[in-house]
């Protein structure tokens, strides 16, 4: 939320998957303002789902004669291109449903984390894959915490304060060869880390969600467990022994059997919470 720079006004609203989606050739027609014949000659089948090429919606972009629906199409598309890049090029079905839900408020940070660790976990058991992620938003969080900085505390209490855009401003060295990345985190050092990002702002810590004593996360493709408590002591806070009863439970695809009841109650729990 902070490294977002999201409104509070977001914070309790968490994005699950609706029961009953809407066919994805409605969602783009409702977003870019086409036909249905334009729209259905466009849709792509890649793997076992929907998606739409960039090339069609930069095309959309800079001819659209509606300025509201250019915007639209835009803002679609880089969270489809870079914050949820499933399939490369294109703009996955699965972005769509949550796309249509940010104009109610919606907050998407929960689905991002959710999506982030259930790709780091996948690529762990693997011991290969492509992350499937915001990558940009991974490396923003890499550099505020393995690396000493300069401390902008004072300065998050500013509404013009942007933690992104002060990161995309700072120089970074690009001459690092990935063996001396591998190198680098290898011989990490407690004292090479900050535990805690200078934007970061200590505040109130969801530990719990509903009947559940860790927090689950629904994405936009899956579900995961996450319990916050684990990490108390590296923010220098009174540790905790965490409850992780049925949390590797919780991480599955919306592909698995029995999906939508664990989804209305992680739903569920979230309107507890």
């Known amino acids: ?20 989606i809407p066919p994805f050739l409605k969602k783009l027609m ?7 014949q334009w729209v259905a000659a466009r849709i792509k089948k890649k793997g076992d789902t929907k998606c739409i090429p960039w090339g069609n919606l930069r095309d959309l972009i800079l001819a659209h004669p509606d300025s509201k629906k250019r915007v639209d199409v835009f803002a679609l598309s880089l969270y489809g291109l870079i914050i949820f890049p499933k399939a490369l090029g294109h703009i996955d079905e699965a972005v769509s449903d949550l796309f249509d839900r940010l104009d109610k408020g919606t907050t998407p940070v929960p689905a991002i984390l959710a999506e ?5 976990n996948a690529c762990r058991r693997a011991g290969e894959g492509r992350f499937i992620g915001c990558a940009q938003l991974l490396l923003a969080w890499f550099h505020s915490h393995f690396w000493k900085v300069e401390k ?25 060869s990935e063996e001396k990345w591998i190198t680098i985190l ?10 805690r990002a200078p934007w970061l702002i200590p505040d109130e810590i969801l530990y719990r969600c509903g009947d559940f004593d860790w927090v689950p996360l629904a994405g936009i493709w899956g579900a995961v467990g996450y319990a916050p408590l684990m990490v108390l002591r590296q923010y220098r806070s009174r540790q ?13 695809s919306y592909k698995d059997n029995n999906y939508k009841k664990r989804v209305r109650e992680i739903s569920d729990a ?4």
Do not use: H
Not at 116 to 120: I, Q
Not at 270 to 273: D, I, K, M, V
């Open 152 to 176: 902008v505390s004072y300065r998050v209490f500013s509404k013009d304060y942007s933690p992104l855009r002060e990161f995309v401003a700072t120089p970074r060295r690009d001459d690092i």
């Open 30 to 36: 409702n977003v870019t303002g086409m036909s249905e």
């Open 240 to 252: 905790f022994i965490p409850m992780t009863q049925g949390l590797a439970q919780c991480e599955f």
């Open 1 to 20: 939320m902070a490294l977002l720079n999201c409104p509070k006004i977001q914070a309790d609203r968490a994005y699950s998957r609706p029961v009953n």
């Open 116 to 120: 982030t660790f259930r790709s780091l």
């Open 270 to 273: 979230w309107n507890q919470a």
């Open 186 to 195: 290898q011989n990490l050092r407690a004292e090479d880390v900050e535990w």
